[in-house]
């Protein structure tokens, strides 16, 4: 038994090696590094020493740190629960047997396609307030001034609108594949049974897509933790410190003469952070497998 698992394996090493080298060197060797970055201070161009735990005090003591984390917390708070709601009525939509289904799929996962900056980019001109036809549009024809990207509980919301407008088709596309993965027995017994419509959406549906459900939340929500691109392309932190997120601020820390060793102190922090968080979510959405009994 053990020879034959031996051979197996070596039968198995030339199909695994290339993708264990490649995932060492690009994700283990990087991660490594970065933990070492915490325990040192300096540059990289004036050489770095040992610091012990001075990075991970100095965190615990970074008041704008916290406001990052209360402003990354905001954020997701808005967009989470706004993705979760929009995309499973989207996808439940888009399982549905319509003539033509197949041309709404394509137009709802198209904004998916774009780059999150070149998504920026069009919103910003989209609501530019000289030329912006959204503020002119609102302006003009609403008599409704819309501080689009100077007021702060404005901008924050904007922001997750943005977010939900670019990753709808996505998680659309995700929900749909759940629903349809649905065996048709199973409806067609509930319906005999009486259920239908709403009722047949939460007894039977949800409980079937649980699996999905729970997928689609937590990238939803890692994709909430680490938002960047739409900051930088938007707002650069601004109004004021209003969506100075947890990763513009490690970016500025990293980039823009701040330290390296401490922004790689807030990764690993902003990392533990998303794994809690993820597992919480894994555990209240945990599924035991009788849904499909």
Same mark, same amino acid.
């Given at each position: 038994m053990i020879r034959r698992?031996?051979?197996?394996?070596?039968?198995?090493?030339?199909?695994?090696?290339?993708?264990?080298?490649?995932?060492?060197?690009?994700?283990?060797?990087?991660?490594?590094y970065t933990i070492l970055l915490t325990f040192q201070q300096g540059s990289l161009l004036s050489g770095l020493t040992y610091a012990g735990l001075d990075n991970y005090r100095t965190v615990?003591?970074?008041? =704008? $740190?916290?406001?990052?984390?209360?402003?990354?917390?905001?954020?997701? /708070?808005?967009? #989470?629960?706004?993705?979760i709601v929009v995309t499973l009525l989207v996808g439940m939509l888009l399982s549905s047997s319509v003539r033509g289904m197949s041309a709404y799929r394509t137009l709802i996962y198209l904004p998916s396609l774009l780059s999150i900056v070149a998504t920026g980019l069009v919103w910003k001109i989209m609501v530019d307030s000289e030329y912006g036809p959204v503020s002119n549009l609102f302006s003009q024809v609403l008599g409704i001034d819309v501080p689009w990207l100077t007021d702060a509980t404005v901008t924050m919301v904007f922001l997750a609108l943005i977010t939900l407008w670019s990753t709808c088709g996505f998680y659309s596309i995700i929900f749909m594949a759940g629903f349809?993965?649905?065996?048709?027995?199973v409806l067609e017994a509930a319906r005999i049974d009486g259920a239908s419509g709403?009722? =047949? $959406?939460?007894?039977?549906?949800?409980?079937?897509?649980?699996?999905? /459900?729970?997928? #689609?939340?937590i990238l939803v929500t890692i994709n909430s933790?680490?938002?960047?691109?739409?900051?930088?392309?938007?707002?650069?932190g601004g109004p004021g410190t209003a969506t100075y997120t947890a990763m513009w601020y490690i970016y500025q820390s990293a980039f823009n003469g701040g330290s390296l060793s401490y922004a790689a102190t807030m990764s690993i922090v902003l990392?533990?952070?998303?794994?809690?968080?993820s597992a919480i979510f894994i555990g209240r959405t945990r599924s035991d497998g009788s849904d499909y009994e």
């Open positions: 698992s031996l051979l197996d394996l070596a039968q198995a090493l030339p199909f695994l090696l290339p993708k264990a080298a490649v995932f060492g060197v690009f994700v283990l060797v990087p991660f490594g615990l003591t970074d008041t =704008l $740190f916290r406001q990052t984390l209360v402003n990354t917390a905001v954020f997701m /708070l808005i967009c #989470v629960p706004a993705t349809n993965n649905i065996p048709t027995d709403w009722r =047949l $959406f939460i007894k039977i549906k949800m409980p079937l897509i649980r699996p999905v /459900l729970q997928l #689609v939340l933790i680490q938002v960047f691109d739409l900051v930088y392309v938007l707002t650069n990392l533990l952070v998303t794994a809690v968080i």
